[in-house]
T-cell receptor, first 112, second 112 residues
Framework: ETGVTQTPRHLVMGMTNKKSLKCEQH?????MYWYKQSAKKPLELMFV???????ENNSVPSRFSPECPNSSHLFLHLHTLQPEDSALYLC???????????FGPGTRLTVT | KQEVTQIPAALSVPEGENLVLNCSFT??????LQWFRQDPGKGLTSLLL?????REQTSGRLNASLDKSSGRSTLYIAASQPGDSATYLC???????????FGKGTRLSVIA
């Protein structure tokens, strides 16, 4: 596989479920990002990791919990979500924080 | 706080037409600006990255210009094709370590 991959591509979960989104980059990058894209709103940055350390947390509710076990993998753990959390969740990576970002295909999340 | 605006929100043109997409930003002291393409329900593909010291970048039929002093960038697409139909997103970075700030995008339809 090349580039940035995300699994699953689609996820439907109830408000009491716990699930995780996975992102993997095969580009040798050392920075990874989670974004949320809701209808008719700009992309919202959620979390940034650089060299496996979290460097940005944009006031994201605690029901979203990121994990970066190594420079190639990034997870977003979800629990007790709300219907308004339904969105496309995009992962990206870059060589460094100021470098061009490469995006994965996204996970379409629906919370029922 | 940096804000990015893209006008128009949607654009429909006949195949073969040259077109310009606009991006404006409120704080002109940017580090770089990036144009992305997003197909429906998919991730973002980076098209062009312009550093603050550059005036333009070209890739194939695409040309992006940057006028920092007026807080504007344009993406010029020559000889448009139906395959160019997508949403085009503009994003700016204020400094080397700050996150990208995205506009809402322009949804382009090229009619055969």
């Amino acid at each position: 596989e090349t580039g940035v991959t995300q699994t699953p591509r689609h996820l439907v979960m109830g408000m009491t479920n716990k699930k995780s989104l996975k992102c993997e980059q095969h580009l040798g990058h050392n920075a990874m990002y989670w974004y949320k894209q809701s209808a008719k709103k700009p992309l919202e940055l959620m979390f940034v990791y650089s060299l496996e350390e979290r460097v940005e947390n944009n006031s994201v509710p605690s029901r979203f919990s990121p994990e970066c076990p190594n420079s190639s993998h990034l997870f977003l753990h979800l629990h007790t979500l709300q219907p308004e959390d339904s969105a496309l969740y995009l992962c990206a990576s870059s060589q460094g924080l100021s470098y061009e970002q490469y995006f994965g295909p996204g996970t379409r999340l629906t919370v029922t | 706080k940096q804000e990015v605006t893209q006008i128009p929100a949607a654009l429909s043109v006949p195949e073969g037409e040259n077109l310009v997409l606009n991006c404006s930003f409120t704080d002109s002291a940017i580090y770089n600006l990036q144009w992305f393409r997003q197909d429906p329900g998919k991730g973002l593909t980076s098209l062009l990255l312009i550093q603050s010291s550059q005036r333009e970048q070209t890739s194939g039929r695409l040309n992006a210009s940057l006028d920092k002093s007026s807080g504007r960038s344009t993406l010029y697409i020559a000889a448009s094709q139906p395959g160019d139909s997508a949403t085009y997103l503009c994003a700016v970075r204020d400094s080397g370590n700050t996150p990208l700030v995205f506009g809402k995008g322009t949804r382009l339809s090229v009619i055969a």
